[in-house]
């Protein structure tokens, strides 16, 4: 108990006993025993006709409590069976009893096992007088059960010869005469005639689990009550030391799984059902996750619990790698790929931990035009079906939240407009069961108008419109409704034209799910408190009066967080060569921040170790989706990253060296398949060149993964690598994961691994002081290469109330297309010459950025016409899915 308390000096070991009836005799030794040692002590004390589901029930409650680390079942044998026994958690078994510590003991691992005290007590009683026990004969009379098993194995260990008797067994006297000792195991009390007994034998009297252990003790008999009582103790703080042990960092023991990648490569669907993924608990297990951070969704996915920081608080973080991309073409360049085939080349080849962590796909892409987002070929997340379907259904969580809040507003807008403030008052503060009180939620916007009354009957006629009237203006609502697909019919409609909503008529729109703030939230995020906050503070709107209005205002904050509440846990999965992958928040660079989750990251950097690495990914190119991952997610997270991975690909670069437009579903032009050299080096010289001098912007090394199709040449590869490393890469390389899994990407690893050790020079664009319009201005001119920004009316105005709002100070999210650094998506390379117009901005304060909309751009994309989804269909007998890729 010193040597625990000296590594854990808060730790207080807890024992439990469950007793039936209140006979406290036995209760009483151990707390004297507790006591002493220094143990806290719980009892729960059940009715004596108790039922054996009732014990249970007590049972598993003890099992979820960290606080208790054993559990004692003082209880009549009749209620000791093998359900009851084997319910309660083996880690916490102090008395030894369930099948997996008894068999444990009967194999001789008692590194995990708990010896029942009764049957230590014994052995030790046995070997007091330090005579050697090797080769003496011991009889146990009533030895049935755990207990006889347990001690069998002891006796026959220690090397003694064992005889099980009944209490009625014929010819118990002529086995009593020839032992040296006798165990009385049985529930009812029995004497052994000292005429029995041969010269120096012993007899130790057990005792009932259920009466007492005492007994009287005279020349030539034990008791064991009080040593039982000792023991018991002893495996408490053994209990409890192994789960403080349990808590520290446990190292990787990883098993990759195989990959025989086949020539030519197989359909990405076909690759994925053709690995036998590990079970998601057993992966867990690998990587050092607890059995309670963990709550599996099926075989194959889990959400993990956020105490997982909390434990590992005191672990260093592993190495931190950003893979962004250059201007893509409409079809992708494969930074999800790339981060799949980098974490399997770490880990399943170089043997180093590393953690994927990938945003989840939404509906609207995988049904629309670029399909899922689980990587390909040879390097993907698996099963890639849930991967891209549903998942674990955050984004529908976060779909409820947001609909929850729009659907509030205009209710509340109504009933305001049709309603007195005596009326309304009555209706948000009723009387229930002739009580009435403020919720908690109403409490604190008292408190922010300043009215500290808790009597509903004691505001004034003023304080009572103050409270009730939220003055919501129609016109100056900018919450939105969303859903995740693309359904450009959305962009602009008008609700509330039923009857039953009086006219009351406004335009709205809906935007897609991944682009709601709550979306946002969950991404930057750091714990469930935070979460919380976060969403009461979004502003929705204003008043007639000018005054922002918040979801804590409309009363539904609470409400938001308990949709959000398992949503807030990131999703674990793995790759094709078994390697862990963290899926959380949400893509979508170009209308939202298009980053992987803070609080993903960041268990992963506690996982991974000192010497591991976490790779994580950002939307689109390095002048969006890098760009907010370093200005808004490295504030929120206080997170620097090692490395910058920038993905290009022959095919992208030819398009910014002057190669005609590609669209998805056409054939790519000649110029993509032959090869060119000129229009590589002119996509180099250009856009790869100053999407590595971004990164340089912000004093972070760049490793350039060339991401490599079979169209490309030798030649062209070759170029792209010095061009690359001329512009200031610390290193390029190509990379053929898609075609041969994590040992396509063997030399990315070795060279993401040299750059993490570089120095590093980490910095924001801009301070947060910064004024909103420079703030903007200088995302414009030294990441796009606009000469100026030209804000229209609408934007000016809505930066003007900002700032009087005192939003000034948040970071900037730039809603901008992604296939140009400009603001116009046919100019490709580096646009030079042009102004960037800001058509609006928003304020996501929730969140906490300032969100300006860039030229046209649109929060709700559309569908093509011809979407994914002509493709996906389903096998009614076998339930497979087909069409994804």
Same mark, same amino acid.
């Given at each position: 108990?010193?040597?625990?308390?000296?590594?854990?000096?808060?730790?207080?070991?807890?024992?439990?006993?469950?007793?039936?009836?209140?006979?406290?005799?036995?209760?009483?030794?151990?707390?004297?025993?507790?006591? #002493?040692?220094?143990?806290?002590?719980?009892?729960?004390?059940?009715?004596?006709?108790?039922?054996?589901?009732?014990?249970?029930?007590?049972?598993?409650?003890?099992?979820?409590?960290?606080?208790?680390?054993?559990?004692?079942? &003082?209880?009549?044998?009749?209620?000791?069976?093998?359900?009851?026994?084997?319910?309660?958690?083996?880690?916490?078994?102090?008395?030894?009893?369930?099948?997996?510590?008894?068999?444990?003991?009967?194999?001789?691992? =008692?590194?995990?096992?708990?010896?029942?005290?009764?049957?230590?007590?014994?052995?030790?009683?046995?070997?007091?007088?330090?005579?050697?026990?090797?080769?003496?004969?011991?009889?146990?009379?009533?030895?049935?059960?755990?207990?006889?098993?347990?001690?069998?194995?002891?006796?026959?260990?220690?090397?003694?010869?064992? &005889?099980?008797?009944?209490?009625?067994?014929?010819?118990?006297?002529?086995?009593?005469?020839?032992?040296?000792?006798?165990?009385?195991?049985?529930?009812?009390?029995?004497?052994?005639?000292?005429?029995?007994?041969?010269?120096?034998?012993?007899?130790?009297?057990?005792?009932?689990?259920?009466?007492? !252990?005492?007994?009287? =003790?005279?020349?030539?008999?034990?008791?064991?009550?009080?040593?039982?009582?000792?023991?018991?103790?002893?495996?408490?703080?053994?209990?409890?030391?192994?789960?403080?042990?349990?808590?520290?960092?446990?190292?990787?023991?990883?098993?990759?799984?195989?990959?025989?990648?086949?020539?030519?490569?197989?359909?990405?669907?076909?690759?994925?059902?053709?690995?036998?993924?590990?079970?998601?608990?057993?992966?867990?297990?690998?990587?050092?996750?607890?059995?309670?951070?963990? @709550?599996?969704?099926?075989?194959?996915?889990?959400?993990?619990?956020?105490?997982?920081?909390?434990?590992?608080?005191?672990?260093?973080?592993? #190495?931190?790698?950003?893979?962004?991309?250059?201007?893509?073409?409409?079809?992708?360049?494969?930074?999800?790929?790339?981060?799949?085939?980098?974490?399997?080349?770490?880990?399943?080849?170089?043997?180093?931990?590393?953690?994927?962590?990938?945003?989840?796909?939404?509906?609207?892409?995988?049904?629309?035009?670029?399909?899922?987002?689980?990587?390909?070929?040879?390097?993907?997340?698996?099963?890639?079906?849930?991967?891209?379907? $549903?998942?674990?259904?955050?984004?529908?969580?976060?779909?409820?939240?947001?609909?929850?809040?729009?659907?509030?507003?205009?209710?509340?807008?109504? $009933?305001?407009?049709?309603?007195?403030?005596?009326?309304?008052?009555?209706?948000?503060?009723?009387?229930?069961?002739?009580?009435?009180?403020?919720?908690?939620?109403?409490?604190?916007?008292?408190?922010?108008?300043?009215?500290?009354?808790?009597?509903?009957?004691?505001?004034?006629?003023?304080?009572?419109?103050?409270?009730?009237?939220? !003055?919501?203006?129609?016109?100056?609502?900018?919450?939105?409704?969303?859903?995740?697909?693309?359904?450009?019919?959305?962009?602009?409609?008008?609700?509330?034209?039923?009857?039953?909503?009086?006219?009351?008529?406004?335009?709205?729109?809906?935007?897609?799910?991944?682009?709601?703030?709550?979306?946002?939230?969950?991404?930057?995020?750091?714990?469930?408190?935070?979460? #919380?906050?976060?969403?009461?503070?979004? +502003?929705?709107?204003?008043?007639?009066?000018?005054?922002?209005?918040?979801?804590?205002?409309?009363?539904?904050?609470?409400?938001?967080?308990?949709?959000?509440?398992?949503?807030?846990?990131?999703?674990?999965?793995?790759?094709?060569?078994?390697?862990?992958?963290?899926? &959380?928040?949400?893509?979508?660079?170009?209308?939202?921040?298009?980053?992987?989750?803070?609080?993903? !990251?960041?268990?992963?950097?506690?996982?991974?170790?000192?010497?591991?690495?976490?790779?994580?990914?950002?939307?689109?190119?390095?002048?969006?989706?890098?760009?907010?991952?370093?200005?808004?997610?490295?504030?929120?997270?206080?997170?620097?990253?090692?490395?910058?991975?920038?993905?290009?690909?022959?095919?992208?670069?030819?398009? $910014?060296?002057?190669?005609?437009?590609?669209?998805?579903?056409?054939?790519?032009?000649? @110029?993509?398949?032959?090869?060119?050299?000129?229009?590589?080096?002119?996509?180099?010289?250009?856009?790869? #060149?100053?999407?590595?001098?971004?990164?340089?912007?912000?004093? =972070?090394?760049?490793?350039?993964?060339?991401?490599?199709?079979?169209?490309?040449?030798?030649?062209?590869?070759?170029?792209?690598?010095?061009?690359?490393?001329?512009?200031?890469?610390?290193?390029?390389?190509?990379?053929?994961?898609?075609?041969?899994?994590?040992?396509?990407?063997?030399?990315?690893?070795?060279?993401?691994?040299?750059?993490?050790?570089?120095?590093?020079?980490?910095?924001?664009?801009?301070?947060?002081?910064?004024?909103?319009?420079?703030?903007?201005?200088?995302?414009?001119?030294?990441?796009? *290469?606009?000469?100026?920004?030209?804000?229209?009316?609408?934007?000016?105005?809505?930066?003007?109330?900002?700032?009087?709002?005192?939003?000034?100070?948040?970071?900037?999210?730039?809603?901008?297309?992604?296939?140009?650094?400009? &603001?116009?998506?046919?100019?490709? *390379?580096?646009?030079?010459?042009?102004?960037?117009?800001?058509?609006?901005?928003?304020?996501? +304060?929730?969140?906490?950025?300032?969100?300006?909309?860039?030229?046209?751009?649109?929060?709700?994309?559309?569908?093509?016409?011809?979407?994914?989804?002509?493709?996906?269909?389903?096998?009614?007998?076998?339930?497979?899915?087909? *069409?994804?890729?």
């Amino acid at each position: 108990m010193e040597a625990l308390q000296r590594s854990h000096p808060s730790l207080i070991p807890t024992l439990a006993i469950i007793q039936a009836g209140e006979d406290d005799r036995l209760l009483e030794i151990n707390k004297k025993m507790s006591g #002493k040692v220094g143990l806290n002590l719980t009892q729960i004390c059940l009715p004596r006709e108790c039922t054996e589901d009732e014990i249970i029930e007590e049972v598993l409650k003890l099992n979820q409590d960290p606080r208790v680390h054993g559990v004692y079942l &003082h209880l009549p044998p009749v209620f000791l069976t093998g359900r009851v026994l084997n319910t309660v958690n083996p880690e916490k078994d102090i008395d030894g009893m369930s099948d997996l510590n008894v068999g444990r003991l009967a194999r001789g691992d =008692v590194s995990q096992s708990f010896t029942p005290p009764t049957a230590n007590a014994v052995m030790q009683l046995l070997a007091r007088n330090d005579a050697p026990l090797d080769g003496k004969t011991v009889v146990v009379v009533g030895g049935e059960g755990p207990l006889g098993i347990a001690l069998q194995c002891l006796l026959q260990r220690g090397g003694m010869f064992v &005889h099980n008797c009944h209490r009625n067994s014929e010819g118990l006297e002529k086995q009593v005469m020839r032992a040296d000792a006798v165990v009385l195991l049985g529930a009812e009390r029995m004497d052994i005639p000292p005429t029995w007994l041969r010269p120096g034998a012993s007899v130790i009297h057990c005792g009932s689990a259920f009466l007492t !252990d005492e007994c009287e =003790v005279d020349a030539s008999s034990s008791g064991v009550g009080a040593l039982t009582a000792v023991l018991r103790m002893q495996n408490v703080v053994q209990s409890s030391s192994r789960w403080a042990q349990q808590q520290q960092y446990r190292p990787w023991i990883l098993r990759s799984l195989k990959l025989q990648p086949l020539s030519p490569v197989p359909r990405d669907i076909e690759i994925s059902r053709a690995q036998t993924p590990k079970a998601i608990d057993q992966l867990a297990q690998e990587i050092g996750l607890l059995q309670e951070e963990t @709550e599996a969704y099926g075989r194959t996915k889990a959400k993990v619990r956020l105490s997982l920081l909390d434990r590992l608080r005191e672990q260093p973080d592993g #190495k931190y790698v950003l893979v962004a991309g250059i201007t893509p073409t409409p079809l992708g360049e494969g930074k999800s790929t790339v981060t799949i085939g980098l974490v399997q080349a770490l880990t399943a080849h170089l043997k180093l931990n590393s953690f994927a962590c990938l945003r989840q796909p939404s509906q609207g892409p995988t049904f629309g035009v670029k399909g899922g987002a689980a990587g390909g070929g040879y390097a993907q997340v698996i099963p890639m079906e849930e991967f891209n379907l $549903h998942l674990t259904g955050d984004i529908h969580a976060i779909s409820a939240a947001n609909n929850l809040v729009a659907a509030a507003i205009d209710a509340r807008m109504l $009933h305001e407009a049709t309603q007195t403030d005596k009326a309304l008052y009555s209706r948000l503060v009723p009387s229930v069961n002739g009580v009435r009180c403020f919720s908690p939620i109403q409490v604190a916007r008292l408190r922010r108008l300043g009215i500290n009354e808790t009597d509903p009957s004691a505001l004034t006629p003023q304080e009572v419109s103050s409270f009730v009237r939220l !003055d919501l203006d129609p016109a100056k609502v900018t919450w939105q409704r969303v859903v995740d697909t693309n359904d450009r019919f959305l962009r602009k409609i008008t609700v509330g034209q039923a009857n039953t909503e009086k006219g009351h008529m406004r335009e709205t729109q809906f935007d897609i799910a991944v682009a709601s703030e709550i979306m946002a939230i969950l991404a930057l995020t750091d714990g469930l408190g935070d979460m #919380k906050t976060r969403l009461g503070r979004m +502003v929705v709107g204003s008043s007639r009066s000018g005054q922002p209005v918040t979801a804590e205002d409309l009363g539904v904050s609470g409400a938001l967080a308990v949709l959000m509440k398992d949503a807030i846990k990131p999703t674990l999965m793995q790759t094709l060569e078994g390697t862990p992958v963290f899926v &959380h928040a949400g893509p979508f660079a170009n209308i939202a921040h298009g980053n992987s989750s803070v609080l993903a !990251d960041k268990l992963a950097l506690k996982l991974v170790g000192e010497d591991g690495f976490v790779v994580t990914e950002a939307g689109f190119g390095a002048d969006i989706g890098m760009e907010k991952f370093f200005n808004i997610k490295c504030r929120s997270s206080g997170l620097r990253p090692n490395v910058v991975v920038l993905v290009a690909t022959v095919r992208a670069l030819k398009m $910014h060296g002057g190669g005609p437009n590609v669209s998805a579903g056409s054939p790519l032009p000649k @110029e993509y398949i032959n090869e060119n050299l000129s229009l590589v080096a002119g996509g180099c010289s250009t856009n790869l #060149k100053k999407q590595i001098e971004i990164a340089h912007l912000f004093g =972070v090394p760049v490793v350039v993964a060339l991401n490599v199709f079979k169209t490309d040449t030798q030649a062209e590869i070759d170029l792209v690598c010095r061009i690359a490393k001329e512009s200031g890469a610390s290193d390029a390389v190509p990379c053929h994961h898609w075609a041969l899994g994590g040992r396509g990407s063997l030399d990315l690893a070795q060279a993401v691994k040299r750059a993490s050790n570089q120095p590093n020079h980490f910095q924001f664009l801009y301070n947060q002081e910064t004024p909103i319009v420079e703030k903007i201005r200088m995302i414009a001119q030294k990441v796009y *290469g606009a000469d100026d920004i030209k804000l229209s009316v609408e934007a000016q105005a809505k930066i003007d109330y900002y700032n009087q709002q005192g939003y000034g100070n948040l970071p900037i999210c730039m809603a901008k297309t992604h296939l140009s650094l400009s &603001h116009m998506p046919e100019l490709k *390379g580096v646009p030079t010459g042009f102004t960037l117009p800001i058509r609006d901005v928003r304020a996501s +304060v929730g969140a906490g950025f300032i969100y300006p909309l860039v030229g046209t751009m649109s929060t709700m994309p559309g569908l093509p016409t011809r979407p994914c989804f002509y493709d996906i269909d389903l096998d009614p007998v076998t339930e497979e899915i087909s *069409g994804l890729f």
